[in-house]
């Protein structure tokens, strides 16, 4: 039972624009949501967090909204560039497991 | 880099056979976590240790095990292997217990590939 869902496998934005990844869950026992950046041949990257207490979180170009209420969080990049280009996991924390949802493919083209 | 290491990087193995992953955390981290990315199901979690105990399971199967020996090396054994068990292999490593709001962020390894002949 996925519990964490990327409806979107795959995403492509031109260079310049804004990147807007989602994420829906389904259990609200949920208090901490991440988002995992991954390369090729590497292991997820940490990339941005947030608290369930918060509905906004910004580092840099990454900005993470959590709608507790829709139970929907969405990782915004601006400006996009080709190096953004890697499959990004949205993660929900419960207790002290991660749970991941099957990832997003971004590909950011010039 | 994360700081984490996993060997080996590539594993391939018949069915009914056992392998042990081994995963070295960052230094300074007390809880490492199995995770398996399989090509249907995503990354799912499979077990943490803190300090050498078992702190929390997930899905993994009876077949599979796993410790943290005194040194903080973790070790998974998957036992009688089947096609299925082909994935990917991550480790994760973080300070020390997860679940609070200050929450300690898991680092991954760049993970082990097993696949089941």
Known sequence: ????????????????????????????????????????????TFLISISSIKDKNEDGRFTVFLNKSAKHLSLH???????????????AQSGYALNFGKGTSLLVTP | DSGVTQTPKHLITATGQRVTLRCSPRSGDL????????????????????????????NIL???????????????????????????????????????ILTDTQYFGPGTRLTVL
């Not at chain 1, 080709?82 to 993660?91: E, K, L, R």
């Not at chain 2, 799912?44 to 240790?49: D, N, T, V, W």
């Open chain 1, 77 to 91: 990049i601006v400006p996009s560039q080709p190096g953004d280009s890697a499959v990004y996991f949205c993660a």
């Open chain 2, 31 to 58: 809880s490492v976590y199995w995770y398996q990315q399989s090509l249907d199901q995503g990354l799912q979690f499979l077990i943490q240790y803190y300090n050498g105990e078992e702190r929390a399971k997930g």
């Open chain 1, 1 to 44: 039972d996925q519990q964490v869902k990327q409806n979107s496998p795959s995403l492509s934005v031109q260079e310049g624009r804004i990147s807007i990844l989602n994420c829906d869950y389904t259990n609200s026992m949920f208090d901490y949501f991440l988002w995992y950046k991954k390369y090729p041949a590497e292991g997820p």
């Open chain 2, 62 to 100: 009876e077949r599979f095990s796993a410790q943290q020996f005194p040194d903080l090396h973790s070790e998974l054994n998957l036992s009688s292997l089947e096609l299925g068990d082909s994935a990917l292999y991550f480790c994760a490593s973080s300070v020390g217990l997860a679940g609070t």
